[in-house]
């Protein structure tokens, strides 16, 4: 009798603890294979793919993210100057080779100035600033064509909000505008060869190589 009133006594707690299950506690039980692996992220990948392919996943944003992480996008400028210093021309050297890989892409470059003169010079001085950054992009192998829409900010998007000199608010900014097809999906039909080149360069490794070359490993007499 007590054993009885002992299990019964156990088994309704259990059945307590339960009670707040809305599988009625059997769902540990009852799940299919993998599905404690499985977080909801499985198939992830394959729909992101889709999303590329069809279009509806926004290849220009995400490829304007990957330049302003991969590169430096601004350059910057002596007062009331539109010559490109030697920290410029490194920066715009890097960003030369990063949009060489994607012939499909186009970029616009927009101008800045500082709050020091009029509203008229300022905006013509930035358009010099941007124009000077084409030229040097050009040089380094960019066709004209693809630097587009050269537009001059002037003096009214500040980096900082200052009345005087400010050597931040002098700059140019290089950002991804589109594609130079009408439409991502178009591209003369080579939209697919080009996720799949992404795609392929993505798996490669970087190497942990440094400055040894094939000739180091031959035997000599």
């Keep these: 009798m007590i054993r009885a009133l002992t299990t019964g006594l ?25 599905a404690l692996i499985d977080t909801g992220d499985f198939g992830n990948a394959t729909m992101n793919n889709h999303q590329y392919m069809t279009g509806e996943k926004q290849y220009v944003f995400d490829l ?3 330049f302003a992480t991969e590169v430096l996008t601004t350059v910057n400028f002596a007062f009331n100057s539109a010559q490109l210093d030697v920290g410029a021309r490194d920066t715009l050297r890097e960003q030369a080779a990063w ?29 010099k600033r941007a124009n000077a950054v084409v030229n040097f992009l050009v040089t ?7 630097l587009e829409a050269l537009v001059s900010y002037g003096e009214t998007q500040p980096l900082i909000v200052t009345d005087g000199r400010e050597r931040r608010n002098r ?29 392929v360069n993505s798996a490669e490794p970087a190497t942990g190589l440094d400055g040894i070359q094939g000739a180091d490993f031959q035997i000599t007499d």
């Design 10 to 34: 156990t088994l309704g707690l259990v059945l307590a603890g339960c009670s707040n299950d809305p599988a009625g506690g059997m769902a540990a039980f009852n799940r299919e294979a993998g």
């Design 64 to 66: 304007s993210q990957r």
């Design 99 to 127: 949009i060489r890989q994607f012939p499909e892409v186009r970029f616009r470059v927009y101008g800045h100035t500082d709050k020091v003169g009029s509203a008229g010079y300022n905006k013509a001085l930035g358009l």
């Design 140 to 146: 380094q192998g960019v066709g004209r064509d693809r």
């Design 171 to 199: 700059r140019t900014v290089t950002e991804v505008s589109g594609f130079v097809g009408s439409h991502p999906t178009v591209l003369e039909g080579k939209y697919a060869e080009i996720i799949y080149r992404e795609y």
